[in-house]
DNA sequence: CGCGAACATTCCTGTCAAGGAATATACGAA
DNA sequence: TTCGTATATTCCTTGACAGGAATGTTCGCG
């Protein structure tokens, strides 16, 4: 009972926030490329074009969150999207869809004093344009 | 015009995609805190029980994304949430939406097959439940 | 003008993750 | 049984990034 605990803990520490997981574009395109169908390792790498322990490494890195399953076909490893636990980011947008929606007006309002501002010649350089470089 | 060209290449090569800035769960807090209220900097600091440099470095990298405002209030520094950068995530989510809810049935047939192999005492240690750690 | 407060930036260090190369393991075919 | 194929794992290197400490910049107040 206290080592299932310890194990526990020690599970929740290894596991990636689903986030994380996401965060590494070339996991993103292999998610996407499971969307459209299931795929076997060797079919990841050519569409990747990427090395195949590359390849391997992140699945086994999108298998430890669940995001992906595997079934063996004779030696090839056919792996098949797991959506689930893209739902608790999906929550985790649930209150800043509010956001966005309900306060554009907010917002617009806020830019437009922002550009009144910059009307006035007067630099505002902590308030960065998103398409703008960062003079850093 | 062929200067614009290379500055916008730069800014797509410096800017983080909005997943790699979430990726690093002190900057979803600090979202999660602005999506409440605007909050002062020092305010920020006390919050997350940060140091106030660590604290100032994620902003800026928020206001690189576009996902925070900042409006300066005499020598305090006001940021406020910018929530539309999001939406290219809740795009990206949108397929997935389909898959989770509309493959819901061909996901429990599988975990069921799954469930039936183990049943005939058949280890299949590439098919990890989530809540299972990865015995590496 | 000097000082304190608030915050941004710089320098440095340590940790972690991605990818390459090599290697190990499992399966089917001959 | 051997061999080729497919894939997972291990070891190593490198670079990116988070955070601490120090420092710089700006503003308001007296």
Same mark, same amino acid.
């Given at each position: ?7 526990? $803990? =020690? ?11 996401? !965060? ?25 074009? =990427?090395? @195949? ?5 992140? &699945?086994?890195?999108? +298998? ?6 595997? *079934?063996?076909?004779?030696? +090839?490893?056919?792996?098949? &999207? *797991?959506?689930?636990?893209? @739902? ?8 800043? *869809?509010?956001?966005? !929606?309900? *306060? &554009? ?8 004093? &922002?550009?009144?501002? #910059? ?14 470089? #960062?003079? $850093?």
């Amino acid at each position: 009972m206290f080592a299932t605990a310890i194990m526990a $803990t =020690m599970t929740e520490v290894l596991e990636r926030q689903v986030l994380e997981v996401l !965060a590494e574009p070339s996991r993103r395109r292999i998610l996407d490329l499971l969307l459209e169908r299931d795929h076997a390792v060797g079919e990841l790498v050519d569409a990747l074009a =990427m090395r @195949q322990p590359s390849v391997s490494k992140h &699945l086994k890195v999108l +298998r430890s969150a669940g995001l992906v399953t595997v *079934r063996p076909e004779a030696q +090839r490893r056919v792996y098949c &999207l *797991r959506a689930a636990p893209l @739902q608790e980011l999906d929550e985790w947008l649930t209150p800043y *869809r509010r956001a966005w !929606a309900g *306060r &554009l007006d907010a917002l617009e309002r806020h830019l437009d004093a &922002l550009d009144a501002l #910059d009307a006035l010649d007067q630099p505002d350089p902590l308030d960065l344009d998103p398409s703008q470089e #960062d003079p $850093t």
